[in-house]
């Protein structure tokens, strides 16, 4: 199984969390959803800090070129 992009991964973590909200689940489909919820979360705060990496790195390959 591919890892998802930050984008499927977010829209499914928003999923995830309406059904959690909604309630009306057993406690067995509530701890899977809610463990697949922190996996999604992990993956999201992955990309995000490999995003926010490549910006540090083009802002300062911009600074040593002034």
Same mark, same amino acid.
């Given at each position: 199984?591919?890892t998802? !992009?930050?984008e499927? =991964? *977010? +829209? &499914?973590l $928003?999923? $995830? $969390?309406? #059904? /959690?909200? =909604? !309630?009306g @689940?057993? @406690? &067995?489909e509530?701890l899977?959803l809610w463990? *697949? !919820? &922190?996996? /999604? =979360?992990k993956?999201c +705060? #992955?990309h /995000? =800090? !490999? %995003? *926010?990496? *490549? $910006?540090?790195?083009? @802002?300062? %390959? %911009?600074e040593a +070129? +002034?």
């Amino acid at each position: 199984m591919t890892t998802p !992009g930050y984008e499927q =991964a *977010r +829209d &499914e973590l $928003v999923a $995830v $969390v309406a #059904k /959690l909200e =909604a !309630g009306g @689940l057993s @406690l &067995e489909e509530s701890l899977t959803l809610w463990e *697949r !919820g &922190e996996t /999604l =979360a992990k993956i999201c +705060d #992955k990309h /995000l =800090a !490999g %995003a *926010r990496e *490549r $910006v540090e790195t083009a @802002l300062a %390959a %911009a600074e040593a +070129d +002034d």
